[in-house]
């Protein structure tokens, strides 16, 4: 997502050929990384267009955090006043990333951090988190979304995304690979049962992860210690824990947004555009836009491509089949019934709207009734480049018209 007039980076795969092994995912993952930060400069985020001439806006840079680059994964655009102003802003935006971002990993653990790869290594105990954490794991249990539930699949699964040919992906797939389908059905079966796994959550902040004793062993013997894993959610939390606070601290022109398809725009008073995509020649299409004013929170999904580091959760093979990591907990097997489905919500926080767009998408048949169903939720989408949408009176333009 981003204004109008900023660079349009294309995607190029890259056909350079480095030996890594197969089994070493998280090597390949910090190369990647380490590719984006030097080589790639200012991801492409076409969704949201600004309309007017808006010359104070800035994207907030917050820099490393404890080793990591968070600014092309997240966005902090404002329309900023000073250079004194940019200052004092980006001095808080780097203390909330500081104290929100480490709590979801689950890749890395960190002294005196009780994080999601903590809670994994910890199970059947009791351990007192970060009230944030704790209250976004509250609110996903509230949404009964257990793809979280995923983790020692998704940790296999994810080298897909990294694969250098079809035939390595493949060796990934549960679709193509019988000895990955046979890993998936027991995670899941493990995975959509309270019995063999949940988060209990004890108050005062703490929480156990209950793991059954045959679930343990199973997990141990694939070599894995991941049970739970927030990659699809974790954006919308951090994103609506940095607005909070930053509107709370009286700025109040400005949005966040993800590269996999969260925004939260705080700004009151401003005509932006929203593009809508379908799926065409290939790939990800943009066949119309809706228009609003001021405050909003939305969440695209989607099955293509639309910036670089889309290639993370996206992985197409030569003839045309797609991956993603839209797992279904009850098969470990991505699942999507539409290309791209956008969610939005002018009065609910970001990762309200991305959990209630997630238990709808994450399916094999329309379930866009269970979005119908709850008030402050609205959707938009294209099928056949022809646009669909719920709210009355929005302002659309349909470009395949």
Not at 49 to 57: E, V
Request: glycine share 8%; charged share 25%; proline share 2%.
């Amino acid at each position: 997502m981003g204004r109008s007039g900023r660079s349009n980076v294309p995607y190029v795969k890259p056909v350079t050929h480095i030996e890594l092994s197969e089994k070493n995912v998280k090597l390949r993952f910090v190369a990647f990384i380490l590719f984006l930060v030097i080589g790639i400069g200012a991801l492409v985020y076409a969704t949201v267009m600004f309309f007017s001439q808006a010359t104070g806006w800035r994207t907030i840079e917050a820099g490393a955090i404890r080793g990591h680059v968070y600014d092309r994964e997240i966005v902090f655009e404002y329309n900023v006043s000073s250079s004194a102003e940019y200052k004092s802003l980006r001095s808080l935006y780097v203390s909330l990333l500081e104290r929100s971002a480490p709590l979801f990993d689950a890749d890395n653990g960190y002294d005196g951090i009780n994080n999601v790869y903590y809670i994994n290594r910890h199970p059947n105990e009791q351990i007192v988190i970060d009230e944030l954490l704790y209250s976004a794991l509250e609110e996903i249990e509230s949404y009964g979304f257990r793809t979280i539930y995923t983790g020692p699949f998704y940790e296999e699964y994810r080298g897909l995304f990294f694969s250098i040919s079809d035939d390595e992906a493949e060796s990934f797939d549960p679709n193509e690979n019988a000895d990955v389908k046979e890993r998936a059905d027991k995670i899941a079966a493990f995975a959509s049962d309270e019995n063999s796994v949940m988060l209990k959550l004890l108050g005062n902040n703490t929480v156990t992860l209950y793991v059954s004793e045959e679930y343990e062993a199973y997990v141990k013997e694939i070599g894995s210690s991941s049970y739970i894993d927030l990659w699809l959610i974790k954006n919308a939390f951090i994103i609506d824990y940095c607005a909070d606070v930053v509107t709370g601290a009286g700025y109040k022109g400005g949005r966040i947004y993800s590269y996999d398809g969260y925004l939260r725009n705080f700004d009151p008073g401003t005509e932006y555009s929203y593009s809508i995509y379908d799926i065409a020649n290939g790939g990800g299409y943009i066949c119309g836009e809706m228009t609003y004013n001021g405050k909003i929170s939305a969440v695209n999904l989607r099955t293509f491509e639309t910036n670089e580091l889309d290639r993370l959760r996206v992985y197409v093979y030569g003839d045309g089949r797609r991956r993603t990591d839209y797992l279904d907990v009850n098969t470990c097997l991505d699942r999507t019934f539409l290309p791209c489905l956008t969610v939005y919500s002018y009065t609910k926080k970001c990762h309200e709207v991305a959990l209630k767009a997630l238990i709808s998408y994450i399916s094999d048949t329309d379930t866009l009734g269970y979005i119908e169903r709850a008030d402050g939720f609205e959707y938009v989408y294209s099928q056949n480049l022809q646009i669909r949408y719920s709210e009355k009176d929005l302002k659309i333009k349909n470009y395949s018209n």
